[in-house]
């Protein structure tokens, strides 16, 4: 069963534009509210926010543009690659913020002054890692016009970075998300059954 190209491109459409309406109106009452804007609860969330309206006004036209010209669309390499990596790092770096910003909560709730260093290093890394291996991988990128991507990742036929990214990058992120989501609701209940 195949969805029709014409369907993928208005599901595309009206999604994407509301979402880019409401990350804007999310980002302006964040941003222009000095009470919201100063909560430390926040920043991991504004964040998320401007990495998903970067996804939304970049990587997604190229796929409304694939739904409408597929068959005459050439594009060269490093568009597939420079796309590419901006879809998959956005995938990674929300998973990744996701689960640092769940893990925040328990750190501001419980203990308030373990913040800062972490926070630096986990996105240095993620940021480092995502760039080299996607847009300078050690091994040559083949392309793919027929597909929406365009492009194949050479680097994920290594098994190690295979079940590095499978692993760090998808499974621990949303393995924290559920952990951490289950352990602050029932530390919040047995607080609240206490008090």
């Given amino acids: 069963f195949s969805i029709p190209r014409i369907v993928r491109f208005w599901t595309?459409?009206?999604?994407?534009?509301?979402?880019?309406?409401?990350?804007?109106f999310v980002l302006y009452h964040v941003l222009f509210n000095r009470i919201l804007r100063q909560n430390h609860g926040n920043y991991v969330n504004i964040f998320i926010l401007c990495v998903c309206?970067?996804?939304?006004?970049?990587?997604?036209?190229?796929?409304?543009?694939?739904?409408?010209?597929?068959?005459?669309?050439?594009?060269?390499?490093?568009?597939?690659?420079?796309?590419?990596?901006?879809?998959?790092?956005?995938y990674v770096i929300i998973g990744m913020l996701v689960a640092w910003s769940n893990i925040e909560k328990h750190i501001i709730i419980f203990h308030d002054k373990w913040i800062s260093s972490f926070r630096k290093r986990l996105f240095l890394h993620l940021s480092k890692f995502l760039f080299y291996f996607h847009l300078f991988p050690p091994c040559t990128n083949l392309l793919d016009q027929s597909t929406m991507y365009?492009?194949?990742?050479?680097?994920?036929?290594?098994?190690?970075?295979?079940?590095?990214?499978?692993?760090?990058?998808?499974?621990?992120?949303?393995?924290?998300?559920?952990?951490?989501?289950?352990?602050?609701?029932?530390?919040?209940i047995r607080r609240k059954y206490r008090i």
């Fill in 150 to 188: 365009c492009i194949i990742l050479c680097i994920q036929f290594n098994y190690v970075y295979t079940i590095w990214e499978t692993f760090v990058h998808l499974a621990f992120p949303a393995t924290i998300i559920i952990v951490s989501t289950t352990c602050l609701l029932i530390r919040t």
């Fill in 53 to 90: 309206l970067i996804g939304e006004v970049t990587v997604i036209p190229t796929y409304l543009y694939f739904y409408q010209n597929a068959d005459s669309w050439v594009r060269s390499k490093v568009f597939c690659e420079i796309q590419q990596f901006i879809d998959w790092s956005s």
């Fill in 12 to 24: 595309f459409i009206i999604g994407d534009v509301l979402s880019i309406l409401c990350s804007l």
